[in-house]
């Protein structure tokens, strides 16, 4: 299936540091999805990218697929207590089903 | 709507027992999946559903059954369950191809230890 790494695995920020995690792949990705897992709870869809390049904002959260559609990054600014969880990125895989990344785990010290 | 339901939340099992996590969604969508837990693995796919009758083998499928014999339910079966087995469980669905017009909508999840 498809394999696709995500990194860090864990980051610790102070409270409005920002956060990024990167998922990247060797293989060239048709399209990919951002899911947001509390502690404790379960994914929650966030977003879908499929443009080469594209950019795409929510409040805080910036998104970003890569030109050659390998790499995406998720970018949170001024972190949040709120923003606590696990960050997984979801290409498309066989059966145009999601396969998961392994997740980037954010904590944040208020 | 209640979105995807899936019970039990908890349970505990013995080695070689089996047991059937049930799940159920109301938004009439197409695709339905199970995708399993384990710390520091990401969400791994076992099986997944294109519709009622139809079903395919995920990246992790060995000692799991499912069937889809409407288009609301797609149980997961357990036929003689192992310590490996000991993981969270989710059920997820989504209205097409999750590749293609978006989201997956997840269940709450189902805890199992297998002892």
Same mark, same amino acid.
């Given at each position: 299936?498809?394999?696709?790494?995500?990194? =860090?695995?864990?980051?610790?920020?102070?409270?409005?540091?920002?956060?990024?995690?990167?998922?990247?792949?060797? /293989?060239?990705?048709?399209?990919?999805?951002?899911?947001?897992?509390?502690?404790?709870?379960?994914?929650?869809? +966030? &977003?879908?990218?499929?443009?080469?390049?594209?950019?795409?904002?929510?409040?805080? $959260?910036?998104?970003?697929?890569?030109? #050659?559609?390998?790499?995406?990054? @998720?970018?949170?600014? #001024?972190?949040?207590? /709120?923003?606590?969880?696990?960050?997984?990125?979801?290409?498309?895989?066989?059966? %145009?089903?999601?396969?998961?990344?392994?997740? /980037?785990? +954010? *904590?944040?010290?208020? | %709507?209640?979105?995807?339901?899936?019970?039990?939340?908890? !349970?505990? $099992?013995?080695?070689?027992?089996?047991?059937? +996590?049930?799940?159920?969604?109301? *938004? %009439?969508?197409?695709? *339905?999946?199970?995708?399993?837990?384990? =710390?520091?693995?990401? $969400?791994?796919? &076992?099986?997944?559903?294109?519709?009622?009758?139809?079903?395919? !083998?995920?990246?992790?499928?060995?000692?799991?059954?499912?069937?889809?014999?409407?288009?609301?339910?797609? =149980?997961?079966?357990? @036929?003689?369950?192992? =310590?490996?087995?000991?993981?969270?469980?989710?059920?997820?669905?989504?209205?097409?191809?999750?590749?293609?017009?978006?989201? @997956?909508?997840?269940?709450?999840?189902?805890? +199992?230890?297998? @002892?």
């Amino acid at each position: 299936g498809q394999q696709v790494m995500q990194i =860090p695995q864990y980051q610790h920020v102070q409270e409005g540091e920002d956060f990024t995690t990167y998922c990247n792949s060797s /293989t060239t990705l048709s399209n990919i999805q951002w899911y947001k897992q509390r502690p404790g709870g379960h994914p929650v869809f +966030l &977003i879908q990218l499929v443009k080469s390049g594209e950019v795409k904002k929510q409040k805080r $959260l910036t998104f970003q697929f890569g030109e #050659a559609k390998k790499n995406s990054s @998720l970018h949170i600014t #001024a972190t949040q207590t /709120t923003d606590v969880g696990t960050y997984f990125c979801a290409p498309g895989g066989a059966g %145009n089903m999601l396969t998961f990344g392994g997740g /980037t785990r +954010l *904590m944040v010290k208020p | %709507n209640a979105g995807v339901t899936q019970t039990p939340k908890f !349970q505990v $099992l013995k080695t070689g027992q089996s047991m059937t +996590l049930q799940c159920a969604q109301d *938004m %009439n969508h197409e695709y *339905m999946s199970w995708y399993r837990q384990d =710390p520091g693995m990401g $969400l791994r796919l &076992i099986h997944y559903s294109v519709g009622a009758g139809i079903t395919d !083998q995920g990246e992790v499928p060995n000692g799991y059954n499912v069937s889809r014999s409407t288009t609301e339910d797609f =149980p997961l079966r357990l @036929l003689s369950a192992a =310590p490996s087995q000991t993981s969270v469980y989710f059920c997820a669905s989504s209205y097409g191809a999750p590749t293609n017009t978006g989201e @997956l909508f997840f269940g709450e999840g189902s805890r +199992l230890t297998v @002892l």
